[in-house]
Every structure is written in structure tokens, then in C-alpha cells.
């Protein structure tokens, strides 16, 4: 089987963005670029048959001269002339990704065209389009696995457990997977990263002198926040490693200086995380360590957190949410508003670059804006980030919201496009938005 495996492009919606002034600018990421996970532990469940990654995040979205997607996919088509195409999607990328499926097909209708990702796991009906062939929803490596050696021996994707297969027009489910299954034990599979040697310069994180990739120590995550999509994703499951088995992999990575941990929430066993640097230092592994941390585990731990900054960790990543009790409330986010300063105090006493992050919600007026703002300055971090409210499809948030949805093309739900009925004209609430991404290390440039 030749099987292409396609990341798509980021979409190109920025409402926050396209409102932001000069001083505002700098700081809105728009070409954050990192390496498919979930797509490269595809790519290792079939390396057994012939396969090629089309990584259109670095080829396209960071080459200003590179063809439109469309044209991209046609070069790898006529160079690659594979039986199978396989894209992975979230929300924001969803329309982009059935667009170049669509290609897929209009260029050999014999392609068989495959769907997966934490959206098709979510809505699968989504992307309930004639030209897509099958999804795979869920942690579905093994399942694609098993789709691509059952189509390489001519066999019937019907006995393959797992998929929705297209079926007279419609989408039909197979039989479910055996109970049990494990990603993160079990089922585990080294991510295949040798597949991205070509586009290793566009995995250099920040000011670092080289290259970064993620690795995963958990999957889902116990919380249960209204606008998250991880656990309902995984179901309401928590997923952890085992140490050994993230040392090993560890070990793998040595052409990376920096290594992000693409976990939901990179503690939430202390004693887990304990015990994973301890074994970092016994095996003298040094990396550059980016994690998503909660401000109450920081603020509750700051024992293990100068531990975990001696052996490496530089950047944590952290939902700050909001600075009102109530909104945190309302978002189902279980911490304390004291907890954000606090756990700014620790990453400062660390020497750790925190990157926080508040949610816009729509009803926010001038004096929200303003009392934000202040919030902010007063609680400096490296880099503050505001994204707005976004009622991600398959989310608690989605039902709760639905009636004030105004907007429903996914392309917009990155958390950078008001797609909520909002207070303020939505061009005003925007621009306020950017205002506030010009406040950081308690400095308004506004
Ligand atoms: C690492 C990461 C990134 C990286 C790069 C990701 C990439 N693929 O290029 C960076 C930092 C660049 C990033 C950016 C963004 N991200 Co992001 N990201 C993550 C994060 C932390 C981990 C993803 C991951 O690696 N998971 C581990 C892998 C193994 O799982 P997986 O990808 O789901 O893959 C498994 C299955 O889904 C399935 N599968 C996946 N694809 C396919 C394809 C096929 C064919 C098959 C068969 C199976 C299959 O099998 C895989 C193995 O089990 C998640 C949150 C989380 N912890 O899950 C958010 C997350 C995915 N990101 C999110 C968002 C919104 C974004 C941004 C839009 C944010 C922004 N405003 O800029 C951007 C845009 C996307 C982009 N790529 O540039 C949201 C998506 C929400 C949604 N419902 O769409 C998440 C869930 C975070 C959140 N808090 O809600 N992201
Ligand atoms: S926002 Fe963070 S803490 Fe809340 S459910 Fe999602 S991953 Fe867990």
C-alpha cells in the first residue's frame, strides 16, 4: 500500500489578528508550527507498507512562496501515486481538510480516502462528505493499521472493528474495538519522527539554537472543564505512560534540544513527574522541557517545580482562564483566582518563562476590557495570551451555548474568531481582544 498522510494547513482566519495594533502585533502567534503527534503515530502503526507525510504546516503555512494547498497535494499526488490518503483534523482545520480529500479524490476516484483526529472523534458527521471513504475515529492507529493491511490484501473494510465505513451513501459503523485498549500503555507506538527530518527547521521553538518535538507522558485529562475538548475526547479517561517507557523514547531524541510535553496537563500525578525527572537526571538527559501546568498544581507545588526547573523545564504553559471566581465558575474550571498569582510567583522564582492564558467571554464590556487589563499588568509573565470563548464542536460549552452561536463555520474555531453573540459590536470586541495581547511582563504598550 502507498499511503500519503496529509497535515493540513492551519486556517487562515485571525480575527484577532487582522484588529490588533503595531504594538499589539508581535505578540499574536500566527505560525506556531509543531510536529503532528498524532499523525506520525499513524504513520509507525503502518511502516510496514510504503509512506510519505505531506506536513503542509511547515511547507506551506511558513513558505510565503509555497503553492495553495491544492496544488501541493496534486505535486505529492502525481510524485507519491498513492492507493490511500489519510488527513488528520481538528476543528478549525476541518474544512481545509475535506477540501484536499476532495482533490484526493477528483484526481483518482480509486483513492481510498481516510478521516481521523480529535474532531472526526467528536462530530464525526462533520465530515460526512460523499468523496470520504472512511473515518477512524479515537485513538485509532492500530485501527488504520489494520484498515490498510486488510485493503493491501484485498479484504473487506467491513471486518475491520473501529471504523464508519461509506456505505451506500451513508456512513455505517463496523464493529466496536475490544474493550481495554490502551494508547498510553499497552498500544503505545514511538512516534515516527523520522518522517520530518525535511522539516526540521520549522520545529525550532523560540530563541533555541535547534530543533523541538512533543512527546507525550498522559492522555486526557481527570478535570472537566465546559470549553475543553480532551476529555471528551478520551471520554472522561486519564491515560499516563509508563516512566520507562518515556525514558526510552527519550533517549530517541537526540537531534532535539527541546521537547514539549503534549499532554492535556503535564501533572497531575506529582509523584509521577517526581519520579520521571528523577530518572531524566540519573540518565544525564538534558532538554530544554515545555509543559502545560495548572496555576494550583504550580502554586501548591513549588517543591517539585525548582526540582523539575534544575532538570530542564523552561516553559510552562498555563490556562489562567479568568481573573473572576465566578467566571471560572461558570467555565466549570476548578481553581482558585489566588492561585494564578501564586503560581506566577513560583515560575519567577524558577527562572521559568510562563506563557498564561485568559478566555475572552462574549458578554465581556469596556470595564471587563479595562479590569483585565489590569489583572494582567499586575501579574506579569512572559507572554499573556487572550483567546476568545469558542463553543468547540462536541464540548459541554457547545450545548450549553448553542443558542448564541452566530457564526458555525469551523474554519473560525481556533479561539481566534468571535463566532458567540457578543455585548460590544464584534469588530469593537476584537479589536479589544488585540489591544490586550500588547500587555505582558506588567508593561501596557496599548
Ligand atoms: C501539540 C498541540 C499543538 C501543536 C501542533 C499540533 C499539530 N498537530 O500540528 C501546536 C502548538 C502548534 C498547536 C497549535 C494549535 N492548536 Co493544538 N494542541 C496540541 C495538543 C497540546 C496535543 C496534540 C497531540 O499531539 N496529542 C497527542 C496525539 C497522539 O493525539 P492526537 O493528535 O489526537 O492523535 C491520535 C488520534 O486523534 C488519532 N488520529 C489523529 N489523527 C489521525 C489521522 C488518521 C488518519 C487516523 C487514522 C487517526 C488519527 O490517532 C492518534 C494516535 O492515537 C492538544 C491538546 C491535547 N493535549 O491533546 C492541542 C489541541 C489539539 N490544539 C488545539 C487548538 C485549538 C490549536 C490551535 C488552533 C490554537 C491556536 N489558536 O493557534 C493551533 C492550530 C493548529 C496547528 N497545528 O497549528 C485544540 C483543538 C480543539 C478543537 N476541538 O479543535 C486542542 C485540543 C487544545 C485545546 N485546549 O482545546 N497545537
Ligand atoms: S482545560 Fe485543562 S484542566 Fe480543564 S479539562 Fe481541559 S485539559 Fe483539563
Known sequence: MRILLVNPPR???????????????PFIHRKLVGPPLGLLTVATAVRHHDVSLLEMKAEYDLNPLAAEPQALLRQHLEAF?????AITLIASEVPAGLDLLQAAKRWNPDVVTVAGGLHVTLCPADVDRPWVDVLCPGASALTFRALADTLARGGRLQSVPGLLLRDDGRLRPTAPVAAGANPATTEFLVPDRTLLRKWLPAYVVGKTNGPGTYLFTSLGCPYRCSFCSIWPQYAGAYLQREIESVIAELKTLD???AVRLADANSIIDTTFIDRLFTRIAEEGIRKIFIMDIRADTMAQNPRLMAKLAAHGLKVVICGFE???QDELRRYGKALQVEHIAAAVAVCAANGIMLRGNHIIPPDYERDDFEA???FAAANPV?????TLLTPMPGTALHTQMQDQIIDHDLAKYNMFNGVLR?????DEFHARTAAL???RRGTRVL
Open 11 to 25: 486556517s487562515p482566519h485571525n480575527a484577532i489578528l487582522e484588529h490588533a495594533t503595531a504594538a499589539a502585533l
Open 81 to 85: 501515486q498513492p492507493d490511500l490518503v
Open 255 to 257: 537531534e532535539y534540544i
Open 322 to 324: 479568568s481573573f473572576r
Open 372 to 374: 483585565l487589563a489590569e
Open 382 to 386: 512572559e507572554l499573556a495570551g487572550y
Open 422 to 426: 457578543t455585548r460590544l459590536p464584534l
Open 437 to 439: 495581547w500588547a500587555v
